[in-house]
């Protein structure tokens, strides 16, 4: 196998002392057993050449420990208080990181949830914003300009089911998934994002027009998608790469992220359009 890329190393940029800095709080309701979120997102954002933009990361944890429509249910009850939380520190944006836990309450609810939770975040901030993780998924495709998809989840088959049919509810033709089929959260945060690229190989990209490497904020996913998008020639994106890109567009920021897949490549004149309709 090719050694995959990694981008561990930044470029520093002088900037002229008179250059402004901006500063952006991002804030981050996720799973109490998540690991894999809080750490993705600076990693992506370091890369970042720059230094006129700082920004912060401040998380509000739902107890879930079993990727289970039980515990999802339970979690999604805990999702106000959360936000309540976010808003005591201000923040500018925030994800309700948990894909999963707001498809499989149906099509409608990713906009019902993300309209609530804004209107409650406003308390803090009067433009914060509440971005959801499957809103920004949907979102991501659509910018791509692609509607066939081919994706991998760590869910149980019923789970990715759901996933399916609210990717197929805003017209993404799902071509070909594949279900890991881990229950426990922790353990997803546990895989290496390395064997993304070979259970990406056994994906039927035929008809596929992109693949989504991993649809879940949880399943690490960063190292693999610079080789899965060389390999295939698709684009390649995650939940986590959608949610960034959602979120600095809420911040009103077009930037080129390294390794971050052609989603984020934000300042390409083709990935600036998204798909009406």
């Known amino acids: ?117 804004t209107q409650i975040l406003k308390s803090g901030h009067p433009s914060a914003e509440m971005i959801t993780s499957a809103g920004a998924l949907i979102q991501g495709v659509q910018r791509l300009g692609v509607r066939k998809v081919a994706l991998v989840t760590p869910y149980m088959r019923p789970l990715t089911d759901l996933v399916v049919e609210c990717l197929e509810e805003a017209g993404i033709e799902v071509v070909d998934t594949i279900s890991l089929e881990i229950p426990d959260n922790l353990e997803v945060g546990r895989r290496n994002p390395e064997d993304l690229v070979e259970i990406a190989r056994n994906l039927d990209l035929t008809e596929a027009e992109a693949v989504i490497i991993s649809a879940c904020v949880q399943m690490p996913s960063l190292e693999a998608i610079p080789q899965v998008e060389e390999e295939t020639g698709l684009p390649v994106l995650s939940a986590a790469t959608a949610t960034l890109r959602a979120i600095l567009e809420s911040l009103n920021l077009s930037l080129d992220i390294p390794g971050g897949g052609q989603l984020l490549q934000m300042n390409h004149s083709q990935f600036r359009i998204g798909v009406e309709g």
């Open 1 to 117: 196998m090719k050694p995959l890329q990694r981008y561990r190393h930044l470029r520093k940029v002088r900037v002229s002392p008179d250059t402004p800095v901006q500063s952006h709080r991002i804030g981050m309701v996720v799973p109490s057993s998540n690991t894999t979120m809080e750490t993705e997102l600076p990693e992506l954002l370091h890369r970042v050449v720059g230094e006129r933009h700082r920004f912060t990361f401040h998380a509000s944890r739902m107890r879930m420990k079993k990727v289970s429509l039980k515990e999802l249910g339970q979690m999604n009850a805990q999702a106000d208080r959360c936000t309540e939380e976010l808003s005591d520190a201000d923040v500018d944006v925030a994800a309700y990181a948990c894909l999963v836990a707001v498809m499989s309450e149906g099509p409608d609810f990713a906009v019902e949830i993300g309209e609530k939770l």
